[in-house]
């Protein structure tokens, strides 16, 4: 498969443009986070931790390999590429992300005057949960999902909304202030867990389909439309092959493919979801054993 994708070329394959966007982005927050924190607020003790750092350029780099690398061109040739891209953009990297800002930088965002208000109302447990399962099971419905892949604007769009509705769907478990982190551990797993349970049906449907659902995966006409979207359209034009459609590259059938995809969406979304359930109950055990800690015995007057 390898092989046959190099007929895309280099900027299919390793978007060097997006490439040098992440460096930029990189050396943003290191000089922010860094040498020129305190043009912005930050003082000398703000400094991120390691682990900050980590979150952060790991995030980076992940945001690359799906959107950049080509799991990005695969993506529009296999539903199986497209979920794993999409677990990794949904629900990897909006935490890691969060947890690489330092506070200092969130407390300036959640308490702008104008922001506040809004970010309030859309981190409600409530909203926020609705708001980020509703909006990922409209997407696969197919005629959006379709339509998300007929031009690049739209492609921006729909994508940009699903991360901001996956930020805003973590900030009341992970950030530390207390208009947005309202919930005790418990309702917080609960949170979660009902988070996985509303993400079922749309994978539901991608795994129970017995005919192919998206024409951008199926039909020629639409498969070209879709990959044009990270192909050059010179590149694209000037392929001396005939395409005629994903199954070229692809070593599965569509329908395959398609209900390989949703097994691995829920997968990857129950790994992640489980992981975020088990820190939060050692956090919660492990503050409660501090609270209990029974103070130290008097010494007997006797002995």
């Not at 799991?71 to 296999?78: A, C, G, Q, V």
């Not at 054993?289 to 029974?294: A, F, L």
Request: net charge neutral; charged share 10%.
């Amino acid at each position: 498969m390898w092989l046959e994708l190099q007929i895309f070329g280099l900027r299919a394959l390793w978007s060097p443009y997006f490439l040098t966007l992440i460096v930029i982005l990189g050396i943003i927050y290191y000089l922010i986070t860094g040498p020129y924190r305190h043009k912005f607020g930050g003082a000398e003790q703000n400094t991120p931790t390691v682990k900050q750092h980590a979150f952060i350029y790991l995030g980076l780099f992940l945001l690359y390999i799906v959107k950049g690398s080509p799991i990005d061109l695969l993506s529009h040739i296999m539903l199986t590429a497209h979920m794993v891209q999409m677990a990794i953009f949904l629900l990897l990297f909006p935490i890691l992300i969060i947890k690489g800002i330092p506070v200092w930088i969130w407390e300036k965002v959640v308490y702008h005057r104008v922001l506040k208000p809004v970010i309030l109302l859309l981190t409600k447990p409530l909203v926020s949960l609705l708001l980020f399962n509703g909006l990922f099971s409209i997407y696969h419905i197919p005629v959006i999902f379709d339509f998300s892949k007929s031009a690049p604007v739209w492609h921006f769009v729909i994508h940009g909304i699903l991360l901001l509705a996956a930020f805003n769907v973590f900030l009341p478990l992970l950030l530390p202030f207390k208009e947005i982190n309202t919930m005790t551990p418990l309702l917080k797993i609960a949170y979660i867990f009902a988070n996985g349970v509303l993400i079922t049906p749309a994978c539901v449907l991608i795994i129970f389909a017995s005919d192919p659902i998206y024409a951008a995966y199926s039909q020629d006409g639409a498969w070209i439309q879709s990959l044009a979207l990270c192909v050059p359209g010179d590149i694209l034009s000037g392929i001396s092959v005939s395409l005629s459609g994903p199954e070229m590259f692809s070593p599965l059938s569509t329908v395959i493919d398609q209900q390989l995809g949703g097994i691995i969406m829920k997968t990857l979304q129950e790994i992640v979801y489980i992981g975020l359930m088990v820190k939060i109950f050692f956090s919660w055990s492990n503050a409660r054993s501090r609270e209990i800690d029974p103070l130290p015995a008097e010494p007997n007057q006797y002995s």
